[in-house]
């Protein structure tokens, strides 16, 4: 297959996924307990899958992420994570925004898809140490976000979708992991720099978790 035409196949897959994605936000049970005293009022989840045309809203970006996995992975064997992640990196990031919230039930059932994912595709390729490398990636990334939630400013949510895109981001090797890792670093510390600009001493909640993603997808770039 054609580099465009893999591109075109992901783009239309991950705009379908995105599409689809506040009919499960809709549905999703609602976190227990309150919100903490510094964070915003919680809005349910229900009443942000009701926002005008997010359905596009969702599918768009979601589309663009997939067309430009499938256009720069060199294996397109490994395509099937970055699919998942690109349709649901707009949903996780309008959610984060909003409520600063990764839900959980969104989360978890995106590692185990990633492991799957990541496994039929070593299956595919006759190569078990993507696998190992997946491995790797996942302890890797997952312990740096661990270790930088017990100093800093991390949600236990972003510390649970670090170790998504650990299994992600493994395989493609050390460089593009590294990077990966840097690239949410530099675009969170921008943004919170951005929106805490004129507000010193007071404390701003801030939603990590699209930076990272994003950061995810541009170390694909390199």
């Known amino acids: 297959m054609t580099t465009a035409l893999i591109a075109a196949m992901a783009a239309l897959v991950a705009g379908l996924l995105g599409a689809f994605s506040p009919k499960l936000l809709a549905h999703l049970p609602e976190p227990a307990g309150e919100p903490e005293p510094d964070m915003p009022p919680k809005i349910a989840y229900a009443e942000l899958a009701k926002a005008p045309g997010l359905w596009w809203k969702m599918a768009v970006p979601a589309a663009a992420l997939g067309a430009v ?101 493994g395989p493609l090797g050390f460089i593009t992991a590294f990077y990966g890792v840097f690239f949410g670093l530099i675009i969170g510390a921008v943004a919170g720099v951005v929106l805490v600009r004129g507000q010193l001493g007071k404390k701003i909640p801030i939603a990590f978790g699209p930076y990272l993603l994003l950061g995810a997808f541009a170390a694909l770039l390199l």
Do not use: C, Q
Request: charged letters at 10%; proline letters at 5%.
């Open 69 to 169: 996995a499938g256009a720069l992975l060199e294996h397109w064997e490994l395509l099937g994570v970055w699919i998942l992640l690109a349709a649901a990196t707009p949903v996780l990031a309008w959610v984060d925004w909003k409520v600063h919230l990764l839900p959980f039930l969104i989360v978890a059932p995106l590692y185990l898809l990633s492991w799957l994912f990541t496994g039929v595709g070593a299956l595919v390729l006759r190569d078990p140490s993507v696998l190992l490398h997946a491995l790797w990636g996942n302890l890797a990334i997952f312990g740096f976000y661990f270790l930088a939630g017990l100093v800093g400013p991390m949600g236990y949510g972003d510390v649970r979708l670090s170790a998504v895109l650990g299994v992600a981001l």
